[in-house]
């Protein structure tokens, strides 16, 4: 998935029983933007880091030449019809050459503020791009509908959102 992921492994000989977290230190061979996936933040652009390893658990960083920017979702339709595709393009700010995937978790919300199962996904962007397909269904609910993407990482989050309009006396439903 990323071009130089790297592993370090905390294996211990012996007393491997439950106890404190123990003091490491990650090295990295130049200077990178850091992001604690289980902190949920960015730790700056570090040449070095120290951590805390707890026994059986592991610590989960991301460690990149660029530091990630802000993330973007643009709809296709604001106004979608029943029978309709929203296209919804998401676009993070990282450099156009990066060849590092990046995941965002999407979720769907409906105008009463429910979260459909369908509408919860991870979507993985190519070179900082991605999209995601949302059908407007006859049986959608009127009203404004939300998609919302976060970066894994950084937490960097954005939201768009499009509206259905009840349907006119006459029309499908």
Same mark, same amino acid.
């Given at each position: 998935?990323?071009?130089?992921?790297?592993?370090?492994?905390? #294996? @211990?000989?012996? %007393?491997?029983?439950?106890?404190? !977290?123990v003091p490491a230190r990650l090295t990295f061979a130049a200077p990178r933007h850091v992001y604690d996936l289980r902190a949920r933040k960015y730790l700056g652009q570090?040449?070095?880091?120290?951590?805390?390893?707890?026994? %059986?658990?592991?610590?989960?960083?991301? +460690?990149? /030449?660029?530091?990630? *920017?802000?993330?973007? $979702?643009?709809?296709?339709? *604001?106004? !979608?019809?029943? %029978? *309709?595709?929203?296209?919804?393009?998401?676009?993070?700010?990282? @450099?156009?050459? +990066? /060849? =590092?995937?990046?995941?965002?978790?999407? =979720? $769907?919300?409906?105008?009463?503020g429910g979260q459909p199962l369908w509408g919860q996904q991870v979507v993985l962007l190519e070179r900082g791009t991605g999209q995601i397909q949302v059908p407007i269904?006859?049986?959608?609910? /009127?009203?404004?509908?939300? $998609?919302?993407?976060? =970066?894994?990482? #950084?937490?960097?989050?954005?939201?768009?959102?499009?509206? $259905?309009?009840? @349907?006119?006396?006459?029309?499908?439903?």
């Open positions: 998935l990323y071009r130089q992921m790297q592993c370090a492994w905390f #294996s @211990p000989k012996s %007393g491997t029983a439950a106890g404190e !977290p570090v040449a070095q880091l120290d951590a805390r390893l707890a026994w %059986g658990r592991a610590n989960f960083y991301l +460690a990149l /030449p660029y530091k990630i *920017d802000s993330l973007h $979702i643009n709809v296709s339709n *604001d106004s !979608p019809t029943a %029978g *309709d595709t929203v296209s919804a393009s998401i676009r993070l700010g990282i @450099p156009a050459d +990066a /060849p =590092e995937r990046h995941a965002v978790a999407v =979720e $769907i919300v409906d105008p009463q269904a006859y049986n959608d609910s /009127p009203g404004t509908w939300r $998609i919302r993407a976060t =970066e894994l990482f #950084s937490q960097q989050s954005a939201e768009a959102v499009w509206t $259905i309009r009840a @349907p006119s006396t006459g029309e499908r439903r």
